[in-house]
Nanobody, 125 residues
């Protein structure tokens, strides 16, 4: 079970941190990814992080968020975070996290077997 939180209305240039809390399983065993869906558009991947013991351990970022977003995991809290800085209006959308026992790069393409309900981010210009 995955639950997202942290969505809000923010001005362009602002920052937010999203949380993906995992219950029922230990997050360290799973790759976790963040996807987003803007109004009227298809869902797209944003960032993914490998399971704790993955070799190689890696993070993936969509080109448009590189240098602005950072994905990280706190295995003790069973939570994965997405720190988002310098937000832009085009970052607006519903952000969902997904998890699964696959490499991070595959998760970013295919998604995982588990999805949260999503949290809304609105970036005003």
């Amino acid at each position: 079970h995955l639950v997202e939180s942290g969505g809000a209305l923010v001005q362009a240039g602002g920052s937010l941190r999203l949380s993906c809390s995992v219950t029922g399983n230990s997050v360290e065993h799973y790759a976790i990814g963040w996807f987003r869906q803007a109004p009227g558009k298809e869902r797209e991947w944003v960032s993914c992080i490998s399971a704790k013991t993955a070799i190689p351990y890696r993070t993936e970022y969509k080109d448009s968020v590189k240098g602005r977003f950072t994905i990280s995991r706190d295995n003790a809290k069973n939570t994965v975070y997405l720190q988002m800085n310098n937000l832009k209006p085009e970052d607006t959308g519903v952000y969902s996290c997904t998890g699964g026992p696959r490499p991070a790069n595959e998760l970013c393409i295919l998604g995982g077997g588990y999805w949260g309900q999503g949290t809304l981010i609105t970036v005003s210009s």
